[in-house]
């Protein structure tokens, strides 16, 4: 079983509809969350950065965290064409993000016009 | 102008051949990182660098060698290629000095082993 279960899609959905992007994970030691988008051909980026349970928000994008039930998402409201790309989500025990990381395997998304 | 930049962008190359994946950054960061991603693995950490005099094994180090040249440049070797080796290969950058490091990546290299 691996250590962060990220649905891969594709989820396709209409201009304007509200996104949830899951992970869940079996490591009760995280307690740094992140969500990363990636368009086509290019390097990941970072979305959203949390820290523990609870939200954070962020423009359209709400980033959620349930560490009781190791479990996070990503909300996007009123989502665009734009937003279509891969989203990673990916966890820590520590702040020194770089070594210490577990990534998903990234969930597509397509929003269409 | 690209703050992390690898070349090639793209790569085919032949069982049993030597290659090198170069990395630069001009974001000043000390810290330096090679990643592999597969389709549906997400991204695995292959090698880390924390300063010029430093070098880790990740994950999946075995197959592959690495070389900071200087802060700004990380370059990734495959001594002898193998197909399983085909894949895209991400350089990142982080600063240790923020209190929530927090990764930078470059547009990465497509390899292609045959």
Same mark, same amino acid.
């Given at each position: 079983q691996k250590e962060v279960e990220q649905d891969p899609g594709p989820l396709s959905v209409p201009e304007g509809a509200i996104v949830s992007l899951n992970c869940t994970y079996s490591n009760s030691a995280f307690q740094y969350f992140m969500w990363y988008r990636q368009?086509?051909?290019?390097?990941?980026?970072?979305? #959203?950065? /949390?820290?523990?349970? $609870?939200?954070?928000?962020?423009?359209r994008f709400t980033a959620q965290v349930d560490k009781s039930s190791k479990y996070i998402s990503l909300f996007i409201r009123d989502s665009q064409p734009s937003d279509s790309a891969t989203y990673l989500c990916a966890m820590s025990g520590t702040n020194n993000a770089?070594? #210490?990381?577990?990534? $998903? $395997?990234?969930t597509r998304l397509m929003v269409k016009p | 102008d690209a703050d992390v930049t690898q070349t090639p962008r793209n790569r085919i190359t =032949? /069982?049993? =051949?030597?290659?090198?994946l170069e990395c630069s950054q001009t974001k000043g960061h000390d810290r330096m990182y090679w990643y592999r991603q597969d389709p549906g693995l997400g991204l695995r950490l292959i090698?880390?660098?924390?300063?010029?005099?430093?070098?880790?094994?990740g994950e999946i180090s075995d197959g592959y060698s690495v070389s900071r040249q200087?802060?700004? =440049?990380?370059?990734?070797?495959?001594?002898?290629?193998i197909p399983n080796q085909t894949a895209l290969y991400f350089c990142a950058t982080s600063?240790?000095?923020?209190?929530?490091?927090?990764?930078f990546f470059g547009? $990465? /290299?497509?390899?292609s082993v045959l």
């Open positions: 368009y086509s051909r290019k390097g990941p980026e970072l979305l #959203m950065y /949390t820290y523990s349970s $609870g939200n954070k928000e962020d423009g770089g070594n #210490m990381l577990t990534f $998903g $395997g990234g | =032949k /069982t049993g =051949k030597r290659i090198m090698y880390y660098s924390f300063d010029v005099k430093d070098i880790n094994k200087a802060q700004a =440049k990380f370059s990734l070797s495959l001594e002898s290629a600063d240790a000095r923020e209190a929530n490091e927090k990764l547009s $990465g /290299t497509q390899l």
